[in-house]
């Protein structure tokens, strides 16, 4: 790789000639190999060297704050954004069709973690995902798989809500679905308002979940019952 030339730079330049959004919740997977990834890593390193340095703070003679850029990049680019880099989970869907096909509701419920694309504060929570079992059936772990892959970005409640139900839509084929998430933000426990106990509750309802009143009310009676089982 030339080094007179940003990685980064060219890469941004690259998604905005085809017009690709590139936003805090936006995966970018198919921009970025597993190569460009290491670099990118360093050019990170580099620059939160500097951010390091405004804030003052001697990460030459301060142990701790000695590798702190480094870790920075490599945990928004491994951990807290992973979603945005790495491809969606690989779901293998299996057919649901046979004479003795579940035709009821599933609900599985995600342990979340996010972060605010506005203060990029940690967002913790859970998800409870409920769907009608439709033609084809994932396994039950890629729902939590395909929950995390989309939080794992910077992303705000509302939108996160909206994008596991398209992602769990995609997966699935169902068309009756809801997405219920709990979650503490850290921007509203460290900073601001420093309201400790605060708990934002979002929910998507597609189908019959939106539509019939009986399915809604067993949806939300199911997370009832998860709360009860395991408390969080
Ligand atoms: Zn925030």
């Known amino acids: 790789m030339d080094n007179s030339k940003n990685l980064a730079q060219a890469i941004r330049d690259k998604m905005k000639a085809d017009n690709k959004r590139f936003w805090a919740g936006d995966n970018i997977s198919e921009y970025i190999s597993e190569e460009d990834k290491s670099q990118l890593i360093n050019e990170a390193t580099k620059a939160f060297e500097q951010v390091l340095d405004t804030l ?15 870790r920075l ?9 992973a979603g945005r880099y790495d491809p969606s989970p690989s779901a ?24 605010c694309s506005h203060h990029h504060q940690p967002v913790t929570g859970v998800a409870y995902i409920g769907i009608i079992a439709a033609e084809k059936l994932i396994g039950l772990s890629k ?28 997966a699935t084929g169902a068309k009756d679905l809801g997405v219920y998430i709990q979650a503490v933000h850290g921007c509203c426990e ?6 400790h ?7 998507v ?26 408390p969080r």
């Open 56 to 70: 003052l703070i001697d990460r030459e003679n301060d142990p701790n704050s000695h590798g702190t850029a480094r």
């Open 73 to 81: 990049a490599k945990m928004y680019f491994n951990e807290i954004m």
């Open 92 to 115: 293998t869907a299996f057919p649901n069709d046979s004479s003795d096909r579940y035709e009821g509701m599933l609900v599985v419920r995600s342990e979340l973690r996010s972060m």
């Open 143 to 170: 729902y939590t798989r395909i929950a995390q892959w989309c939080a794992r970005r910077g992303t705000l409640q509302e939108e996160l809500c909206n994008d596991i139900a398209r992602e769990i839509e995609k």
């Open 190 to 195: 460290n900073r601001g308002i420093m309201a």
């Open 197 to 203: 106990s605060s708990l934002t509750q979002t929910t």
């Open 205 to 230: 309802l597609k189908g019959s979940f939106k539509d019939d009143a009986g399915t809604k009310k067993e949806f939300f009676d199911n997370i009832k019952m998860q709360q009860e089982f395991a």
